[in-house]
């Protein structure tokens, strides 16, 4: 099974992909944190669009949100005046629509369920043995949901997602606010469930 991973640096899902024997790869504007020998520092429209030939079997992607989450939804009109948010939205969908059997698309809780469609999976790291509360929306192709792995208590809120999942009330737990770099990387036992359940020939 050939495994891109769109708009990712740190490497962690490609290498959970890698762990398991697949061959596995990263693709994103910014150096890979990981092995560059299996990465791609490019746009990654180029490798599934013009490296056609590679034949991917599996995208996971993680488009850029700034301009889609709904934490940010103050600045929509400004962003839809000057063109921001639609180029965020056709990017997502390109991704959605890439010559790709089976496509994993994430996100946070946004525009793109309006205008799109509701997302197929919403999960939280505190699902698979990270104790943050970080809701993230899956838009799935061809995938199966993913299950979780080890359901443990959260004990902070990763950034600004300050709610509880299907509660409107603020969360009593504190917040760990990090940079952008570190905000957008995939928890391990996240990437870790990835790689075991849907990597495999036969879904």
């Known amino acids: 099974m050939k495994v891109l991973i769109a708009c990712e640096y740190s490497a962690r899902i490609r290498d959970a992909f890698r762990r398991r024997g697949f061959d596995a790869w990263s693709c994103d504007i910014l150096p890979t944190e990981g092995d560059p020998q299996y990465h791609f520092q490019m746009d990654v429209n180029f490798v599934l669009w013009e490296l056609w030939h590679l034949k991917w079997d599996l995208l996971i992607a993680h488009p850029p949100c700034q301009h889609l989450a709904a934490s940010g939804a103050q600045y929509w009109p400004e962003k839809q005046k ?35 469609r509701k997302a197929d999976q919403i999960i939280q790291p505190w699902q698979f043995g990270e104790p943050y509360n970080k809701k993230t929306c899956f838009w799935l192709k061809g995938l199966p949901p993913l299950k979780p792995t080890n359901i443990i208590a959260p004990t902070h809120n990763w950034g600004s997602n300050s709610f509880r999942s299907g509660a409107r009330k603020k969360s009593p737990l504190p917040s760990i606010h990090w940079g952008e770099k570190e905000r957008s990387r995939t928890f ?16």
């Open 82 to 116: 000057d063109g921001r948010q639609e180029a965020a939205i056709k990017f997502f969908m390109a991704l959605h629509n890439a010559p790709v059997q089976k496509v994993c698309i994430e996100n946070p809780v946004g525009i793109i369920g309006t205008i799109f």
């Open 188 to 203: 391990q036992g996240i990437a870790d469930a990835m790689a075991a359940q849907w990597g495999v020939h036969d879904l």
